[in-house]
């Protein structure tokens, strides 16, 4: 498998434009996370879905970010309009989610660089 | 309002000696505890975890220990090695969630001196 993907790797755009982050995460998996890194605040969950469902958006910083999955093997992240602020480091991660395991580990993506001039 | 600190940004150690990586929490609702690592242009792959029944858990070169009543863990790493300079991030998880959601720390970058 060639694990989770994710596009673009490196986007750069100007402040009020609509930027689209994709990711497709790993064949089977039922759980997908979307996290934005950043200096001032590390690795923060901003959305994940279940069987394709948002369970938990509290992460989104506002409203305009927005996320889909309209299928189980493909994500959006949308951010409109884009920010200098938004300027972050964006993953996608996936896992499979089985009750009797304690545990099940997210496998992330290689992450999208983007810079909001 | 972090629930999940990480208090040193680095930490730079010498080759074959201990690496200790600190972490502190603050919600005593969570029930499992897992480190990641990052390299540069690559995602944060997992590296070892704990439950909050147990106190130590050890994989090869890597032990985390856990202190419940200080809301501590720690990660260590002996001996260290080139490859183990990264980013380590701690993580958390709430026992209310049985879904996997997590929540990181900051993470401490880790610089292994030759």
């Known amino acids: 498998d060639a694990g989770v993907i994710q596009s673009p790797r490196h986007e750069v755009t100007e402040m009020g434009q609509e930027v689209t982050l994709r990711c497709k995460p790993i064949?089977?998996?039922?759980?997908l996370f979307w996290y934005r890194q950043t200096m001032m605040r590390g690795l923060e969950l901003l959305i994940y879905?279940?069987?394709?469902?948002?369970?938990?958006d509290s992460g989104m910083p506002e409203d305009r970010f927005s996320a889909k999955m309209p299928n189980a093997s493909f994500s959006t992240l949308k951010i409109q309009p884009s920010e200098p602020r938004d300027s972050a480091v964006y993953f996608c991660?996936?896992?499979?989610?089985?009750?009797?395991?304690?545990?099940?580990?997210?496998?992330f993506g290689p992450g999208t660089r983007l810079t909001v001039l | 309002d972090q629930q999940v600190k990480q208090n040193s940004p680095s930490l730079s150690v010498q080759e074959g000696r201990i690496s200790i990586l600190n972490c502190d929490y603050t919600?005593?609702?969570?029930?499992?505890f897992l480190w990641y690592k990052k390299y540069p242009a690559e995602g944060p792959t997992f590296l070892i975890s704990?439950?909050?029944?147990?106190d130590k858990n050890e994989d090869g070169r890597f032990t985390v220990f856990l202190n419940k009543s200080a809301k501590h863990l720690s990660l260590h790493i002996v001996p260290s090695q080139p490859g183990d300079s990264a980013v380590y991030f701690c993580?958390?998880?709430?026992?209310?969630?049985?879904?996997?959601?997590?929540?990181f720390g900051k993470g401490t970058r880790l610089h292994i001196l030759p």
């Open positions: 993580a958390a998880r709430p026992k209310m969630n049985r879904d996997d959601k997590i929540i």
């Open positions: 919600n005593s609702m969570f029930d499992y």
């Open positions: 704990i439950s909050s029944i147990k």
């Open positions: 991660a996936s896992s499979f989610g089985l009750a009797e395991l304690v545990y099940n580990e997210q496998f």
């Open positions: 064949s089977g998996h039922n759980s």
């Open positions: 879905f279940n069987n394709n469902v948002p369970i938990d």
